[in-house]
């Protein structure tokens, strides 16, 4: 079946450095989400890329979608303490998977 | 309100006992997922309505736990003779296509 692989599994980053989580999946998407879900919160989503090569921006975060839509990417730019918290990438080819999540933590 | 909603919000039950977990979507939501999530665990995907189809019940891990929706919206997560592994966030998101776009808060099941 469908996995969505989703590296790294942790980052710990100095406050003001860049952060990027990667999703790759065994199959092409139709699309790809972004959550966002804090510590003792639920997951809240961010984003959906569509087109192949696809890049939207929101801010500091940038979101890739990769020309085969297989792998997409998160990139956040001079982190802050609120950025914290685990993001996970949802591929959708007819039913949505989930990668296992980058759990940020940033320190100031 | 406008998002989803679950309750309860925290169930405790003792070993052997059966519970109901609710979700109600955003209105006219045709697609519906559960999830659990352990502490400081991803997402894991159990099953999957989407308008009048059969559901995905693939990620359901044991014949104890079913569920349903009802007129394709309320949907009921049972878990039978609970066990202390249940023990999780149960979360629950719609979304108007295939995707999960919004979930609720979710409810933490304790099994004592």
């Known amino acids: 079946g469908q996995q969505v692989m989703q590296i790294p599994q942790y980052q710990h980053v100095q406050e003001g450095e860049d952060f990027t989580t990667y999703c790759n999946s065994s199959?092409?998407?139709?699309?790809i989400q972004w959550y966002k879900q804090r510590p003792g919160g639920h997951p809240v989503f961010l984003i959906q890329?569509?087109?192949?090569?696809e890049v939207k921006k929101q801010k500091r975060l940038t979101f890739q979608f990769g020309e085969a839509k297989k792998n997409s990417s998160l990139h956040i730019t001079a982190t802050q303490t609120t950025d914290v918290g685990t993001y996970f990438c949802?591929?959708?080819?007819?039913?949505?998977?989930f990668g296992d999540g980058t759990t940020l933590t940033v320190k100031p | 309100g406008a998002g989803v909603s679950q309750s309860p919000s925290n169930k405790v039950t003792e070993k052997g006992k059966d519970v109901e977990l609710r979700c109600d979507p955003i209105?006219?939501?045709?697609?519906l997922y559960w999830y659990r999530q352990s502490l400081g665990q991803g997402l894991e995907f159990l099953i999957y309505?989407?308008?009048?189809?059969?559901?995905?019940k693939s990620g359901l891990p044991s014949d104890r736990f079913s569920a349903e929706r009802t007129g394709g919206s309320v949907s009921t997560l049972t878990i039978q003779r609970t066990q202390q592994e249940d023990s999780a966030v149960y979360l629950c998101?719609?979304?108007?296509?295939?995707?999960?776009?919004?979930f609720g808060p979710g409810t933490r099941l304790t099994v004592t």
């Open positions: 890329l569509v087109k192949s090569g």
């Open positions: 199959t092409t998407l139709s699309n």
């Open positions: 309505f989407q308008g009048n189809s059969a559901p995905d």
């Open positions: 998101a719609s979304s108007p296509g295939v995707g999960n776009g919004y």
């Open positions: 209105s006219g939501h045709t697609a």
């Open positions: 949802a591929g959708n080819a007819g039913k949505s998977t």
